[in-house]
């Protein structure tokens, strides 16, 4: 399998629920991202990891948490979510970071559309 | 080749000053294009742009899509030091988004 793939592809859940999204590369990059895509402000970077360290971002709310074991894989742990939570999440990856404004390309996967209820 | 350039690469002004931050592209299947402000954690978002000709404003800051000439600039009125950072443009096609240079910005008290 080839690219940046995530799972689930869809997903409904209660605002008390706990329930993770993953994304997983293919690419051989060293950085993956999430982001979040939503009318109210679409791509919105959440959280930056260039060789597995994660550069902060404090506007994202506490209820979301990162973790990323290796280069490859990526999650994003959700709890107690609210309903403007709902949006479409993508994961994406490249071989460097954003950290030093280098001219670069992130690839995205599919995103994980997310309702919550 | 998709690229993203970002003009200039670096930019001193004092407070009060107006700047213009410049970016052009040459990408296929455009998408949209959009600003961050980089500051020493992960970018902020600050504008996206799909359209030409409409100005997006936000405080101080706003920015205008031109696609004819595949070029984007974002202005910052009355700066203010807080407003040093790095802005980056980057611009999304279907499957990646490709990021420029970005320009680094000081502004002097």
């Known amino acids: 399998e080839t690219g940046v793939t995530q799972t689930p592809r869809h997903l409904v859940m209660g605002m008390t629920n706990k329930k993770s999204l993953k994304c997983e590369q293919h690419?051989?990059?060293?950085?993956m991202y999430w982001y979040k895509q939503s009318a109210k402000k679409p791509l919105e970077l959440m959280f930056v990891y260039n060789f597995k360290e994660q550069t902060e971002n404090n506007s994202v709310p506490s209820r979301f948490s990162p973790e990323c074991p290796n280069s490859s894989h990526l999650f994003l742990h959700l709890h107690t979510l609210q309903p403007e939570d709902s949006a479409l999440y993508l994961c994406?990856?490249?071989?460097?970071?954003?950290?030093?404004?280098?001219?670069?390309?992130?690839?995205f996967g599919p995103g994980t559309r997310l309702t919550v209820t | 080749e998709d690229k993203v350039v970002q003009s200039p690469l670096s930019l001193v002004v004092h407070e009060g000053d107006t700047v213009t931050l410049n970016c052009s592209y040459e990408v296929t299947n455009f998408r949209s294009l959009l600003w961050y402000k980089q500051e020493k954690k992960a970018p902020t978002f600050l504008f996206m742009l799909?359209?030409?000709?409409i100005e997006k404003k936000s405080g101080r800051l706003s920015s205008i899509l031109d696609k004819k000439e595949l070029f984007s600039i974002l202005n910052i009125t009355a700066t203010q030091t807080g407003d040093s950072a790095i802005y980056l443009c980057?611009?999304?096609?279907?499957?990646?988004?490709?990021f420029g240079k970005g320009t680094r910005l000081h502004i002097l008290p």
């Open positions: 799909t359209s030409s000709g």
């Open positions: 980057a611009v999304n096609r279907d499957d990646k988004i490709i």
């Open positions: 690419l051989g990059h060293n950085a």
């Open positions: 994406a990856s490249s071989q460097e970071s954003l950290a030093g404004g280098l001219s670069y390309e992130q690839y």
